[in-house]
């Protein structure tokens, strides 16, 4: 049951040298189908239907270790184009804030979710400023989320669109059930439903691992560290898949949580090489909502940000040896994640 906490609150994503390592493996498209389920045992999601995931990638328009121009151009570029490479139909959440740096709108920042559009690509809206729900005043809260449309609205207006889901920063989406319905009920006063995640997991440690590597100039390290990323992500899914298994007896279609970052632009080829060998397609968030399991009972009103399964397993009164065996991060990845350069 991972424990998301504000350790890397929007002002502290910034960009990254523009020093990368580039993943060897030849790239391997999903876009021919996808491969039968093969792995652990167990019902999919019933009739013998083909595994469903959507991949959603938060802090756009990127989460970078430090700025600069070129470093945010190259994480958008390389990440749209290899998700669609592999004909994902990703989501994207933003924090306008990023469009800010120097306190005016930045016509470059905005050029880089024009990309994201222009791709095909949905964007959704991950507030302005990435405020903590469980320690900002409600009404300051929904004035941060209306503040996060403008530039959002309009470039999708531009394609006949709009925004239409809402991810809560953190994942903290109130500390009481009158908190959380006020600002659900504000939501869908505004034409949002909230986005939900079912795997959850340690990325964003790896990722800034991964741009303390680049940092330093380190490609080995910086190889080892998305070598490792790839591995751990195989486990995760796993587990939540089992997770999935014993909570509704199958297979619901997974939401992904990922973020826009380098470590997931130089290693989408990889990551989407693993979902395919465990029987993944691709959806889009309307797709997986549609699933009955989404309209689950949520009462979870804890301190953690964690995943819809297991906000649905709270409520259903699970506790303890259900939540059991989550994988860790790696503990070399733990190191330099909290070793930053100079």
Same mark, same amino acid.
Request: aromatic fraction near 18%.
């Given at each position: 049951m991972s424990r998301r906490t504000p350790v890397l609150a929007a002002g502290i994503c910034v960009g990254l040298l523009a020093v990368a390592w580039v993943a060897a493996t030849p790239a391997r498209s999903a876009s021919g189908g996808s491969a039968l389920y093969a792995r652990s045992g167990g019902s999919l999601t019933g009739g013998g239907a083909e595994r469903r995931i959507v991949l959603t990638y938060d802090d756009l328009p990127a989460n970078i270790f430090r700025d600069s121009e070129r470093a945010v151009a190259g994480i958008t570029h390389d990440l749209v184009d290899a998700?669609?490479? @592999?004909?994902? !139909?990703a989501i994207g959440f933003v924090n306008e804030s990023k469009l800010y740096p120097d306190g005016d709108l930045d016509s470059a920042r905005v050029a880089f979710l024009q990309y994201w559009v222009a791709a095909g690509l949905e964007l959704g809206n991950h507030s302005f400023s990435h405020p903590d729900l469980h320690s900002t005043d409600v =009404?300051? %809260? *929904?004035m941060d989320v209306l503040a996060g449309e403008r530039v959002t609205r309009e470039l999708l207006a531009a394609v006949g669109r709009s925004p239409r889901y809402f991810r809560h920063p953190f994942l903290h989406t109130g500390r009481s059930l009158e908190i959380k319905s006020r600002v659900e009920a504000f939501l869908d006063d505004h034409g949002y439903r909230v986005a939900p995640v079912t795997i959850d997991n340690h990325e964003w440690i790896y990722a800034r691992a991964y741009d303390h590597a680049l940092v330093r100039e380190d490609p080995p390290l910086a190889g080892r560290i998305a070598e490792a990323y790839v591995a751990y992500m195989?486990?995760?899914?796993? /587990? /939540?898949? =089992?997770q999935s298994r014993a909570l509704v007896g199958r297979e619901i279609p997974q939401v992904l949580l990922l973020h826009a970052n380098r470590l997931n632009a130089d290693t989408t080829d990889e990551l989407v090489g693993v979902l395919v060998d465990r029987g993944y397609s691709f959806i889009d968030l309307d797709e997986a909502l549609r699933d009955p399991a989404y309209g689950l009972p949520d009462e979870f009103v804890g301190s953690g940000g964690i995943t819809w399964i297991h906000r649905w397993a709270l409520t259903r009164g699970e506790r303890g040896e259900? %939540? =059991?065996?989550? !994988? !860790? =991060? @790696? !503990?070399?990845?733990? *190191?330099? %994640?909290?070793n930053p350069p100079p």
């Open positions: 998700v669609n490479r @592999h004909g994902i !139909p =009404a300051a %809260f *929904e195989d486990s995760v899914v796993g /587990y /939540y898949e =089992a259900f %939540f =059991a065996g989550e !994988p !860790p =991060a @790696h !503990p070399f990845v733990e *190191e330099v %994640f909290g």
